[in-house]
């Protein structure tokens, strides 16, 4: 039986700049923080990874090459 938290369940979202852009979604309510693409076309949101800390939002960085992130509320 596989886990499902697992660190050996990692799946990647492929990013394509020419095609999403990166983004942090912040609760107004809640402050919770959410670190995912937004597709430039369609609007739609693709969710990587809940964000608590700063170093959570430097492994996102890492992890995709990205520099600049837009904050959504």
Known sequence: MK???????????????EIHYAVIRSSIC???KTAGFRDKKTGAFSEVML???QKDL?????????EKIKTEY
Request: glycine residues 4%.
């Open 51 to 53: 964000i608590r800390s």
């Open 58 to 66: 430097e492994k996102f960085k890492e992890m995709y090459n990205i």
């Open 3 to 17: 886990k499902l938290f697992s660190s050996k369940n990692k799946f990647e979202t492929s990013f394509n700049p």
């Open 30 to 32: 809640t402050g919770e």
